[in-house]
């Protein structure tokens, strides 16, 4: 149970590292994500039934997420509509493309050979070294996308994009680019929990922005004053910790239908931590 947990928070992580490049990086939150998630599993289900190689099939997935961020960004950068509604608007596009895959609300991967059935273990350790090598690979290429000078550029815009644009930075291209690579991560772990779960559904995207977001925030509050490497880190641990915590709740005997409203209490109080952590020290040096 331990080691099955671990190794489906560790895909979860990837949503959550997703997560991280609009939400922390470019300061929005991009509901594209409830679309594009569930869209990355639905190609990759279809294409796996159809007889795809499970890595082509993978990727496919992930431009099919990239492409619900492109049209996110163009609704945003181009249309000028606000990323909150342009991100609904796809959302709920998303559905419609989904059923059109499928061909039917839901499909599963009976008998069918996924990323997982590639290696020659046991199944419950081929999921955590899958986990564990695609949350790896994920990082990795952030931080190599992140140092570059196009990198820099991205955090640039989203530190500042008035100063951004005095530099001679395209900052809707930028915010064009987050949104592609943001929801093309989004897509791939959408994938590869498909893979693992051995379905996809139109509507496994419902709340899991929430819980990418707590996964992210806990991250930040167990740890601060982290270099880029060491946040990814921490969502990673962060995304761990919530999947404990849920199955501390599950252990509870408490209805599974209710998580949702569990996730979303996780989230509140961890986003509520950090001004009543400043409120107590404030407190406490007054009375000093």
């Known amino acids: 149970m331990i080691v ?30 409830e679309g594009s998630f569930p869209l990355g599993g639905a190609v990759a289900v279809t ?61 599963g991967l009976l008998n069918t050979t996924t990323l997982q059935d590639l290696l020659p273990f046991s199944d419950t350790l081929n999921q955590l070294i899958l986990g564990l090598g695609a949350v790896i690979l994920v990082i990795l290429a952030m931080l190599f996308f992140l140092y570059t000078r196009l990198g820099q550029a991205y955090i640039a815009t989203g530190d500042n994009s008035d100063m951004a644009r005095s530099f001679g930075i395209n900052t809707s291209r930028m915010e064009l680019l987050g ?11 959408g994938a590869l929990i498909a893979q693992q779960e051995g379905y996809a559904d139109v509507s496994r995207g419902i709340g899991v922005i929430v819980v990418g977001l707590a996964s992210l925030i806990i991250g930040e509050v167990l740890f601060d ?40 209490i996780i989230l509140a109080i961890c986003l509520m931590v950090p001004e009543l952590k400043n409120k107590l020290l404030k407190g406490a040096s007054l009375t000093k």
């Open 4 to 33: 099955s947990t671990i190794s489906q928070a560790l895909l979860w992580a990837i949503l959550s590292l997703g997560i991280f490049m609009t939400f922390r990086i470019l300061n929005f939150p991009d509901m594209t994500t």
């Open 179 to 189: 949104l592609v690579l943001s929801n093309g991560i989004i897509a791939l772990a």
């Open 225 to 264: 004053n982290l270099t880029m490497a060491e946040r990814f880190i921490a969502i990673v641990v962060g995304a761990i910790f919530y999947q404990f915590l849920i199955l501390g709740v599950i252990s509870l005997g408490i209805n599974t239908s209710y998580l949702r409203i569990f996730s979303a």
């Open 47 to 107: 294409l796996l039934t159809q007889g795809v190689h499970p890595v082509l099939a993978t990727g496919a997935a992930v431009l099919a997420g990239c492409l619900a961020g492109l049209v996110t960004g163009l609704l945003y950068t181009k249309g000028k509509i606000p990323t909150i509604l342009a991100g609904i608007l796809v959302m709920s596009s998303c559905h419609s493309v989904m059923l059109f895959i499928m061909g039917r609300a839901n499909l």
